[in-house]
């Protein structure tokens, strides 16, 4: 009897621990107006990781409408997004790394007659801030965003005080949150992988209409496929064909490449148009691009046929150079931790350039379109390759 009492002392001191501990943890984070937080992201509250450990990141998180603050690789904080941005128009939310610019307190918008408090920019014209407020003091009432994400008023003054000039900016969408076309393979490993960069993403090459409503779109050039990321702790690397079909063409890092590396070109076979009647009636062929590859398969050769789920190569970050776009800030020949994915492109040209004539403004000249469009690809024969892959309409 003495031997169980004693057992039963140390079983609740332990007990009491343990859950002090776990208090202890949870009273670090700091959970902001919970209406975009469930149950199962609260019990998994301690396995949210950063995509990149720096000293302050942000991560903005598109598909489950929660920014994310790490410090020192650790969560400090999560707010909800009120609203973000239509998907498919030229200013949806912008995707990638990005680092904080200027802050406003009050800020009275260039565009539009509303002021737009507690903002921070998070890429050029797109900034994060506190739901608008007409110069009359009524609240914006449109629950979506010109392209800026908007918090409610404790959210956005939070925000306003954790982010300082410099801070990584992660502003990605999931891949896992859709259901995926049984009849295809994933191009790379769906639970391992993350959107970085979306189709139709908005990247500004100009600056001559930064004042004007109407023409403002045209500073800027928009993402032509999607940019699958590892997570930091992902084990499947490689890159994966969709559907059998046949390889067309190997570029290989170096060659006329045009910044897209290490480059497969795969058509795919006629048995597709058996699940895409309509791309088939509209597209005489369909092809999947897959670029920046680390290495390629020295089994693929072209005009051999390829069948779904094989090995295409390893993710890498090959490509880029001087002439192009680049993610990293560390010179143009040199890549940088940042750099790695897989460029995506579903297309009906089996080409690296845009299937339809387009000229694109890159570092200062007008010329052949590689990865990005003028406006919206899918005017120049690109198809978006999330909407491809997944089925949309649950
Ligand atoms: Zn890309």
Same mark, same amino acid.
């Given at each position: 009897?003495?031997?169980?009492?004693?057992?039963?002392?140390?079983?609740?001191?332990?007990?009491?621990?343990?859950?002090?501990?776990?208090?202890?943890?949870? +009273?670090?984070i700091?959970?902001?107006?919970?209406?975009?937080?469930?149950?199962?992201l609260?019990?998994n509250i301690n396995k949210i990781f950063p995509k990149?450990?720096?000293?302050?990141?942000?991560e903005?998180n598109?598909?489950k409408?929660l920014?994310y603050?790490f410090?020192?690789?650790k969560l400090?904080?999560i707010?909800?997004?009120?609203?973000?941005? !239509?998907?498919?128009?030229?200013?949806?939310?912008?995707?990638?790394?990005?680092? &904080?610019?200027? +802050?406003?307190?009050?800020? &009275?918008?260039?565009?539009?007659?509303?002021?737009?408090?507690?903002?921070?920019?998070?890429?050029?014209?797109?900034?994060?801030?506190?739901?608008?407020?007409?110069?009359?003091?009524?609240?914006?009432?449109?629950?979506?965003?010109?392209?800026?994400?908007?918090?409610?008023?404790?959210?956005? =003054?939070?925000?306003?005080?954790?982010?300082?000039?410099?801070?990584?900016?992660?502003?990605?969408?999931?891949?896992?949150?859709?259901?995926?076309?049984?009849?295809?393979?994933?191009?790379?490993?769906?639970?391992?992988?993350?959107?970085?960069?979306?189709?139709?993403?908005?990247?500004?090459? +100009?600056?001559?209409?930064?004042?004007?409503?109407?023409?403002?779109?045209?500073?800027?050039?928009?993402?032509?496929?999607? *940019?699958?990321? !590892?997570?930091?702790?992902?084990? *499947?690397?490689?890159?994966?064909? &969709?559907?059998?079909? =046949? &390889?067309?063409?190997?570029?290989?890092?170096?060659?006329?490449?045009?910044?897209?590396?290490?480059?497969?070109?795969?058509?795919?076979?006629?048995?597709?148009?058996?699940?895409? =009647? *309509?791309?088939?009636?509209?597209?005489?062929?369909?092809?999947?691009?897959?670029?920046?590859?680390?290495?390629?398969?020295?089994?693929?050769?072209?005009?051999?046929?390829?069948?779904?789920?094989?090995?295409?190569?390893?993710?890498?970050?090959?490509?880029?150079?001087?002439?192009?776009?680049?993610?990293?800030? *560390?010179?143009?020949?040199?890549?940088?931790?940042?750099?790695?994915?897989?460029?995506?492109?579903?297309?009906?040209?089996?080409?690296?350039?845009? !299937?339809?004539?387009?000229?694109?403004?890159?570092?200062?000249?007008?010329?052949?379109?590689?990865?990005?469009? !003028?406006?919206?690809?899918?005017?120049?024969?690109?198809?978006?390759?999330?909407?491809?892959?997944?089925?949309?309409?649950?």
């Amino acid at each position: 009897m003495k031997k169980f009492k004693i057992l039963l002392i140390t079983l609740s001191i332990f007990l009491f621990s343990f859950s002090y501990a776990i208090l202890k943890f949870e +009273k670090k984070i700091t959970i902001l107006n919970r209406e975009n937080f469930n149950e199962s992201l609260e019990k998994n509250i301690n396995k949210i990781f950063p995509k990149i450990c720096e000293k302050r990141v942000f991560e903005v998180n598109l598909s489950k409408n929660l920014i994310y603050f790490f410090e020192n690789c650790k969560l400090k904080e999560i707010m909800s997004i009120a609203y973000q941005a !239509p998907e498919g128009k030229w200013y949806q939310t912008p995707t990638g790394y990005f680092r &904080i610019g200027i +802050k406003k307190e009050k800020h &009275i918008s260039s565009l539009f007659p509303v002021y737009m408090n507690y903002a921070v920019q998070m890429y050029e014209d797109f900034f994060i801030h506190e739901i608008p407020i007409y110069l009359n003091g009524a609240r914006v009432t449109s629950n979506f965003s010109g392209g800026c994400i908007r918090l409610e008023t404790e959210n956005a =003054k939070k925000f306003f005080k954790l982010a300082q000039p410099g801070d990584l900016v992660i502003s990605y969408k999931e891949l896992n949150t859709n259901k995926f076309k049984k009849y295809f393979h994933p191009p790379v490993d769906l639970s391992q992988f993350f959107i970085r960069q979306r189709f139709n993403n908005p990247i500004r090459v +100009k600056w001559e209409n930064a004042k004007n409503t109407e023409n403002r779109k045209h500073d800027y050039i928009q993402h032509a496929g999607v *940019d699958l990321t !590892p997570n930091p702790d992902a084990k *499947d690397l490689n890159a994966y064909s &969709i559907f059998d079909g =046949k &390889i067309v063409k190997i570029i290989k890092n170096g060659e006329e490449d045009h910044g897209l590396g290490n480059s497969v070109i795969i058509e795919f076979d006629n048995k597709l148009c058996d699940f895409e =009647k *309509d791309l088939c009636k509209k597209f005489n062929k369909i092809y999947a691009l897959y670029a920046h590859l680390e290495s390629i398969n020295p089994d693929l050769k072209e005009n051999l046929f390829i069948k779904k789920g094989e090995i295409i190569g390893k993710v890498g970050a090959t490509g880029y150079g001087c002439n192009y776009w680049r993610i990293g800030d *560390d010179g143009c020949n040199k890549t940088s931790p940042l750099d790695t994915h897989l460029h995506l492109e579903i297309k009906t040209s089996p080409v690296l350039e845009s !299937p339809l004539p387009a000229s694109c403004f890159v570092n200062g000249s007008y010329k052949n379109c590689f990865g990005y469009t !003028p406006d919206n690809p899918e005017n120049y024969g690109y198809i978006n390759p999330i909407n491809f892959l997944f089925q949309l309409n649950k």
